[in-house]
Nanobody, 121 residues
Framework: QVQLVESGGGLVQAGGSLRLSCLVS????????LAWYRQAPGKQREIVAR???????TYADSVKGRFTISRDIAKNTVYLQMNSLKPEDTGVYFC???????????????WGQGTQVTVSS
């Protein structure tokens, strides 16, 4: 069974920083795209940062230059470093992985449960 578990959310003042972590656990044969999404109250879920298997990482325009997605393969962990946080960054942040469970499996989307980030003004 594959699980994605986020941590690192919390309350921070505007201008502050947080680092979110996403531990990918379970039997994984192959990792495809990885990403972070967020959902603000009353709004649709939106992609924040994406790390493809090949090519460059991409970011939403609203977070470019402030957020950085990274991965530690040895720790099976994906990170989202968030700097210069703004109140509009408030929301629930979700980790996403497009993963293959076994060699005979197909790639499937997996989601974490989300972690709350609140930025006060």
């Amino acid at each position: 069974q594959v699980q994605l578990v986020e941590s690192g959310g919390g309350l921070v003042q505007a201008g502050g920083s947080l680092r979110l972590s996403c531990l990918v656990s379970g039997s994984i044969f192959e990792v495809g795209n990885l990403a972070w999404y967020r959902q603000a109250p009353g709004k649709q879920r939106e992609i924040v940062a994406r790390m493809p298997t090949t090519g460059s990482t991409t970011y939403a325009d609203s977070v470019k230059g402030r957020f950085t997605i990274s991965r530690d393969i040895a720790k099976n962990t994906v990170y989202l470093q968030m700097n210069s946080l703004k109140p509009e960054d408030t929301g629930v942040y979700f980790c996403y992985g497009f993963l293959k469970h076994t060699s005979r499996d197909i790639f499937r989307p997996y989601w974490g449960q989300g972690t709350q980030v609140t930025v006060s003004s």
